[in-house]
């Protein structure tokens, strides 16, 4: 439960973290490697592994490249069921809490327990709540869910709070790989006031008052990709808002 923990006493000590997305289908081994080496610089808390689909990545090779090349814990974020490695850390085990897909919420897990339980991953039961940011994105197409509405605060809510009920020991708000905007700052606040256990956010992160704007509204774990795949100096300021908020 190292990882676990680490996240929960942050989160009782208000201490905002940063994971970077590193998409294996889109990471060639050698860019694994100085993405890990920078992290590691910058002190990154993260490192997520994951894809909607891998059509060429291998997540093996690129969690072994990370590793050798930084001591920053290294969890897969599944995009299926399929995204499995004993070279990991820790996995998200994603129940897709916003949806009322059965394979999303129980089926996939069912396929996917003994492979997780032989790579001997730690475990991290995560309510995955999709938010619809404007654009229908991989994860809404894949999963057959419709997202929450972004203005709908208070499905948003009960949907937390069940999730936690639940035994969910975090929650994810998700805004879609590449959303055209991240998840509003009200919604993230509603939900942080609603439920003890720690909240990510991601989707749509681009400029560094974006994500200042996500912290101070109450997210605990912020999750950046894109943006960083096409601005790798983006990574430094998101350290620094991260640092300069923490030390307040
Ligand atoms: C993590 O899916 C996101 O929650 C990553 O989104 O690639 O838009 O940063 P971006």
């Not at 920078?38 to 072994?64: P, R």
């Not at 937390?160 to 805004?175: N, R, S, T």
Request: charge should be positive; include cysteine.
């Amino acid at each position: 439960m190292a990882i676990y923990k680490n996240i929960y006493e942050k989160f009782i000590n208000k201490q905002k973290q940063l994971a970077i997305l590193i998409d294996p289908d889109k990471t060639n081994i050698s860019d694994a490697k100085s993405i890990a080496i920078e992290c590691e610089k910058l002190k990154i808390d993260y490192i997520f592994v994951g894809s909607s689909l891998l059509l060429n990545g291998d997540i093996d090779s690129c969690i072994k490249s990370i590793k050798s090349n930084c001591n920053i814990p290294v969890i897969i974020f599944p995009g299926n069921k399929m995204q499995i490695s004993s070279h990991a850390n820790g996995i998200l085990f994603l129940s897709l809490i916003s949806g009322r897909n059965a394979e999303n919420l129980i089926g996939n897990h069912v396929i996917a327990a003994p492979q997780i339980k032989k790579a001997e991953l730690e475990v991290i039961p995560t309510g995955y709540m999709l938010i619809d940011c404007g654009k229908t994105t991989s994860v809404n197409y894949m999963s057959n869910t419709s997202p929450i509405p972004s203005d709908k605060n208070d499905i948003a809510i009960c949907t937390a709070i069940a999730g936690e009920m639940l035994g969910l020991k975090m929650v994810y708000l998700e805004g879609g790989s590449g959303a055209s905007k991240p998840i509003p700052k009200e919604m993230i606040k509603q939900v942080s006031k609603n439920i003890t256990v720690p909240m990510i956010v991601g989707g749509g992160i681009k400029e560094t008052s974006q994500a200042s704007d996500i912290w101070n509204a109450g997210a605990d774990l912020l999750v950046v990709g894109n943006a960083l795949e096409k601005n790798p100096e983006f990574i430094k300021s998101l350290v620094n808002k991260r640092n300069e908020i923490n030390h307040k």
